[in-house]
């Protein structure tokens, strides 16, 4: 059978002008024009660029889909037999009942549960294997109302993040016909029960104002709460755990704002502190006093403050918890009689309980050399447990409820492993590498028991580095396959993430942002230098942002990788930031910064970005994932992206695109369908590196 050529698309005449700079964008046609009416109607794109993205999707499948399927499989099988098929979370107590989830085996969806609190029958509340039907089915969870009569659950039927809400009778079981349609699908309920108050997108696809809706009446009769005038602040909706208030913030990546209602549902918004840019602040409230989070007054790494809910002005805080440099509060959460705060130290998170009654503190800490520590205190403010989750990228997830009163850990579930996990037969170390600039990048990494460190071992290098997200160093089942392999997998906490505090976040963006680029390298670089792998054996991956890090890693030093997974990758970037009409341009600015308004964030944008930047060079083989109904990173990004690379690139090494035509940002809904995404792009790796052929299973 002959060899299926490589897809061309078609270069159309197209420029833009801004400072004084033409750009010629010869790709530019594959932005569909009605891109929002795509998001919701996939079915209306073009018929042109459709053509393209199939023609790539059947070249993909050609040439590396079909020869590598009985791979894909074998990767798939042992992941899937990673999980616990028919697992079931921990109940969480709300007044006479209890509320969980579980999955069952086969299916790919979770069921919503409840017992009475003391044990008991469980009743099945909802069960989204049988709402989901055949399509796709983003389900954005669900919430019981107060009076616990009620269920409020959301759904997104293509992958374009349009919410729709639906009540259902807990006592009939039978959904209210009153949907609450296209939402932004962040919802909670009013203390009575008689309202719920939700969010709703701008014709942009903006989340931008909330909306009560009263139980029992149209959704055009739906009263406006709050409405956003600026495009650069997206808004959210959600409650204090105390009941008190419904809060309303309004946020872009570096201020925010927080306005309060009573959660009845009576009076009018109260704001508590108006914004001030780059002034952040969250509150949480109890016994009528507000605890808030915030790096006000030049608390970089945060602090926590207290005000009056009734008089919560910025000149009636008080510190709490002062501002500790290089000591990052991540998240509070206030219950009856204590205050929880998960910070991040020396690269490594803890939990400190303190008591509000005496001011004494504690601290939960682990002794791995890396570690994922998360927490959550359920549906009830009267408790005096809270329930912390610990794994390690040896160690399976462990969830254990503490009692603040007694100080008892109770360990509540261990993940199960059906197929076997020693935890014994796997290393985890924190190595450090050194950036240009000298700033020492932690490096997560993972490998098996014998593997040889002598630079013959494949490497898997993951990085993000954007918004001040952290990469956890937690517990994959999808890793091991690599891992078993012989693979070296290993994270590189670049700066644009908050690993080692709020000043290497601010490091990694704006007229920093090559730092996260340069820091990658630098990951790289000491594995190669340390045995761990050698050049070209490194397989780099990055998603959304950091796709945008693939793109920036490949044109700099593409002689560094043996291949790069960029899963929609941001990699448009200086278009994409120059079209304000996108969802996420405007609130976007702070992080990169504006082209439209600024010559220097244009030059230096054009600098990096990805697309402008490919050149006539040997490439390693890249792969590249998009999503259609997509919102954030628009599948136009990636396949552009490729567009230019096939027209401009040297050298034979492979390259594809395989657009989910019926999915977003996420990619495919379902847990079994996500991991055969995941086994798909672990055969590119193993492929990458020269080993699809030859390992066919998991080592014993």
Known sequence: MPKLSSPVAARKPYFATHHNDRREDPYHWLRAPNWQEVMQQPETL????????????????????????????????????????????????????????????????????????????????????????????????????????YLAWAA???????????????????????????????????????????TEYDDNHRPFRVREHRIGTPQESDRIVFEESDPGFFVGVGRTLSGKFIVVDAHDHQTSEVWLLDANGTGELRCVAPRVTEREYDVD????????RTNADGAEDFKIVTAPADNPGPENWTDLVPHQQGVLILDTTVIKNHLLRLERFEGLPRIIVRDLRTSAEDSVGFDEEAYSLGMSVGYEFDTSTFRLTYSSPT?????????????????????????????????????????????????????????????????LLY???AYGMSMPAAFSVSALSLVDRGFIHATAHIRGGMEKGYRWYAQGRREHKTNTFTDFIAAAEMLIAQGYTAKGRIVAQGGSAGGMLMGAVANMRPDLWGGILAQVPFVDVLNTMLDDTLPLTPPEW??????????????????????????????????????????RVTYWEPAKWVAKLRATKTGAAPLYLKTNMGAGHGGASGRFDRIKETAMCYAFALDCVGLAQSTQSAQG
């Open 590 to 631: 702070p992080e990169w910064g504006n082209p439209l308004l600024s010559a220097e964030d244009y030059r230096r944008i054009a600098s990096y970005a990805p697309y402008e930047q490919v050149a006539a060079q040997d490439y390693p083989p890249i792969f590249a994932l998009a999503g259609l109904t997509d919102p």
């Open 285 to 292: 409230e109890r016994e009528g006093v507000l605890y808030i």
């Open 463 to 465: 990085g993000y580095g």
């Open 156 to 198: 997104d039927r293509a992958g374009s993040e349009y919410y729709d809400i639906v009540v259902r009778d807990l006592d009939t079981g039978t959904d209210s016909p009153e949907v609450i349609a296209e939402t932004a699908g962040s919802y909670v309920w009013n203390n009575d029960s008689t309202a719920i108050f939700y």
């Open 395 to 459: 160690t399976p997830s462990r969830t254990y409820d503490l009692d603040l009163e007694t100080g008892e850990r109770t360990l509540l579930k261990e993940q199960e492993v059906p197929s076997g996990h020693n935890p014994a037969d796997y290393v985890t170390r924190r190595l450090f590498a050194t950036a240009p600039d000298g700033e020492q990048v932690p490096v997560t990494v993972l490998y098996r028991q014998g593997t040889p460190l002598d630079g013959t071992a494949p490497a």
């Open 46 to 149: 073009d018929g042109e660029i459709r053509d393209y993205l199939e023609a790539e999707n059947s070249f993909f499948e050609a040439e590396f889909g079909a020869p590598t399927a009985d791979l894909q499989e074998t990767i798939y099988r042992e992941i899937r037999g990673r999980i616990k098929e028919d697992d079931s979370g921990i109940p969480s107590p709300d007044g006479p009942f209890a509320y969980n989830s579980r999955m069952l085996e086969g299916k790919q969806y979770p069921q919503v549960v409840r017992t009475p609190r003391d044990g008991g029958p469980e009743t099945v509340l909802l069960d989204c294997n049988i709402e989901a039907g055949d399509g796709y089915f983003g389900f954005a969870g669900a919430e019981h109302d107060p009076s616990h009569r």
